[in-house]
């Protein structure tokens, strides 16, 4: 997926253990996203960013933190992983709103965590 | 919670039938997409319609949105067995983007 990249992209950990994963754009896009997949949810907003050290909450934050120093990295944390969290996290970018409104998203690879 | 909800949750077809995905909504959208994903990879992007806009096409894709009924569909003609993927709507209210659980298309040769 040119212009964003997602590492690690597979991590095993154990329960209670903090794990960092990283999204990287070369794109200059203002807003960045994560969200977490899990079968039969579809894609749910964990947090997203709308710019550097400006971020807001999704409709599952609960236990996720992040943290935006530079336009370029979007780092998602989960302070003490639990098997809840067991997922595929994507990260997605996208542009300022152009003149109509519109904000389409370009999708990282993903990464699947297994909480053990 | 999930602001689209696509119907139905799997479709399979014969390659050069027409596929039908309908996806309803709860609130108010600036805007619709829908994104298809090909099994183990990101979303990819197909098609935007407006919250102003009753119907677009884009080469074999057609989507159709009624703000009344806070619904939209995604009919894609003449598939093809390259069309097997999930696809999903979402809406988009004030760049807070949502996506439903996906439909998963299977198109059988």
């Known amino acids: 997926d040119a212009g964003i990249t997602q590492s690690p992209r597979h991590k095993v950990t154990e329960t209670g253990t903090p794990v960092t994963l990283r999204c990287h754009q070369t794109e200059n896009h203002r807003y960045m996203y994560w969200y977490r997949q899990d079968p039969g949810h579809g894609l749910r907003l964990i947090h997203y960013s709308y710019g550097v050290k400006d971020t807001d909450k999704g409709e599952v934050s609960d236990g996720y933190s992040v943290s935006r120093s530079k336009t370029e990295d979007f780092l998602l944390t989960l302070e003490s992983a639990t098997s809840s969290q067991t997922s595929v996290y994507f990260c997605a970018i996208s542009p300022a709103f152009d003149r109509s409104g519109a904000n389409v998203l370009t999708f990282g690879a993903g990464s699947r965590l297994t909480v053990l | 919670s999930q602001q689209g909800e696509e119907d139905p949750q799997a479709l399979s077809i014969q390659e050069g039938e027409n596929a039908t995905m309908n996806c309803s909504y709860k609130?108010?959208?600036?805007?619709l997409q829908w994104y298809r994903q090909n099994s183990g990879r990101g979303l990819v992007h197909l098609i935007l319609i407006r919250s102003n806009e009753r119907e677009k096409h884009s080469g074999r894709l057609r989507v159709t949105l009624d703000t009344s009924k806070k619904s939209s569909s995604l009919l894609i003609t003449a598939s093809r067995a390259a069309d097997t993927a999930s696809y999903f709507c979402a809406t988009d209210v004030n760049n807070d983007m949502r996506f439903g659980a996906g439909t998963r298309l299977t198109v059988k040769p």
């Open positions: 609130t108010s959208i600036n805007n």
